[in-house]
């Protein structure tokens, strides 16, 4: 059983705060790692599909990192908006197919 | 943007009905995915297919379950004889092609089993 772990579970934030979570998967027959944005009620958003060792992908204020060989892939958000609100969820590809296996997701919550 | 639709939204089912989820992908993928969250847990796979056959299940994806895709846009799935610890979220997605392609989410059903 592939085990995804994510930290903290939830996170209270201030608007312009800076915060980051950490997304941990198993370092054997890795393929990819991708990263979700979820709002409630709504499609889970692609953000990221990371691949290297060493990846780092930026979009907007988002960004993130890969280390494949100690299995973390960090997500930050640099000066938070409240529309940053939202679940953001990892997940872990093998090299044997094609599902994705998730963590439990971190709940982003920014205050005005 | 295009995007992937699931319907319906919500639906309420008697124990031991047979009910069929709905799902129009996106119109130029390949590959079909269904996943599932139960409340409080993580989202958790279920089957993909691909070129009208299942390519890989879980566990959970027993005989109770099946896939279709009955014609150029729909695929379905159908839970032949629902269960208690059957509800939950059941998302759709679709990919153009495998491995570090995006795959696209829709919105989601909501599985209520009474």
């Given amino acids: ?112 | 943007e295009p995007e992937v639709t699931q319907t319906p939204s919500h639906q309420v089912t008697q124990m031991g009905q047979e009910v069929i989820l709905r799902c129009v992908p996106i119109s130029n993928h390949l590959y079909f995915y269904w996943y599932r969250q139960i409340l409080g847990q993580k989202v958790e796979f279920l089957v993909s297919f691909y070129n009208n056959e299942i390519s890989e299940k879980s566990e959970i994806f027993d005989d109770q379950f099946s896939v279709e895709r009955p014609d150029g846009s729909n695929f379905t799935l159908k839970i032949r004889s629902t269960k208690l610890e059957d509800s939950a979220m059941y998302f759709c997605a679709s990919s153009l092609l495998r491995g570090e392609n995006i795959q696209y989410f829709g919105a989601g059903t909501r599985l209520s089993v009474l």
């Fill in chain 1, 1 to 112: 059983i592939l085990n995804v772990e994510q930290s903290p579970q939830s996170l209270h934030v201030q608007e312009g705060d800076s915060t980051n979570f950490t997304c941990s998967f198993p370092s054997s027959n890795f393929y990819a790692l991708h990263w979700y944005r979820w709002e409630t009620a709504k499609s889970p958003e692609a953000l990221f599909v990371m691949t290297l060792n060493g990846d780092e992908k930026k979009k907007g204020q988002i960004s993130a990192t890969l280390n494949t060989k100690e299995g973390y892939s960090y997500l930050y958000i640099k000066g938070s908006q409240p529309e940053d609100s939202a679940t953001y969820l990892c997940a872990f590809m093998s090299n044997a197919g094609n599902m994705l296996t998730f963590g439990g997701g971190t709940r982003l919550m920014v205050k005005p």
